[in-house]
């Protein structure tokens, strides 16, 4: 089974506050991505990676930056916490290949609560 | 652009009553993969089902299926006979390969189901 995992379930930081938040998967997928997810807007990509490495920006970037120094673990900073990131934030992982090519698995999420 | 459109926001039924969630979607591809995910209140969003989109076959799953219907753009989900263990939010998702080799996602709104006991 794939398993990707979030350092928190649950964050509260202050306003200003660098945050980071880590996921890991332990399938070896190539391409791995951070959404957020708000109420009545469904899930929003952030960033995503395709390799170690590389980052692409997706739908909303501002505010948020990325890295990805090994396959399996994907970091999502936030360099000075705003109220308005306060979040349900959601990895996922995939792979380009094989018979589940293109799934997105996800993580158990981290609800990020800014203050 | 790809777009995915869940329009039932929120739908109550009543436990062993069957309901459709519905998913409307728009693509220029022709090679795009469809998804279904459920998200409980947990917040885990559990991966359901992927349809090629060269698979017009409809599937079964125990009490779930899904209906895709290429003519109409369409990729509905029906759970037969309802329990409150049911109760979720839905995510339609539609995928379509990128020029730089992923596949780009994109998710509905989500539909939320409240089965009531």
């Known amino acids: 089974d794939v398993k990707v995992t979030q350092s928190s379930r649950y964050l509260v930081k202050r306003t200003g506050e660098k945050v980071f938040l880590e996921c890991v998967q332990d399938m070896d997928h190539e391409n791995m991505f951070w959404y957020r997810q708000d109420p009545g807007l469904g899930l929003r990509l952030i960033y995503f990676?395709?390799?170690?490495?590389?980052?692409e920006k997706g739908d909303i970037p501002e505010g948020y930056s990325v890295s990805r120094e090994k396959k399996e673990r994907f970091s999502l900073i936030l360099e000075s916490a705003s109220t308005n990131q306060t979040s349900m934030y959601l990895c996922a992982s995939s792979t380009r290949s094989g018979r589940v090519r293109g799934t997105q698995y996800f993580g158990p999420g981290t609800r990020l609560l800014v203050l | 652009a790809q777009k995915v459109t869940q329009a039932q926001t929120e739908i109550s039924v009543v436990e062993k009553e069957d309901v459709t969630l519905d998913c409307v979607y728009e693509t220029r591809d022709t090679t795009y993969y469809l998804f279904w995910y459920k998200q409980p209140p947990s917040g885990e969003l559990v991966f359901l089902i992927r349809r090629n989109s060269f698979d017009e076959q409809n599937e079964i799953s125990g009490r779930y299926s899904w209906n895709f219907q290429k003519s109409t753009s369409s990729f509905n989900f029906t759970i037969t006979a309802s329990q409150v263990v049911d109760s979720a939010v839905y995510f339609c998702?539609?995928?379509?390969?990128?020029?730089?080799?992923?596949?780009?996602?994109?998710f509905g709104t989500g539909t939320k189901l409240q089965v009531i006991p």
């Open positions: 990676s395709y390799d170690v490495k590389m980052k």
């Open positions: 998702a539609l995928s379509e390969l990128h020029s730089g080799g992923y596949q780009k996602v994109t």
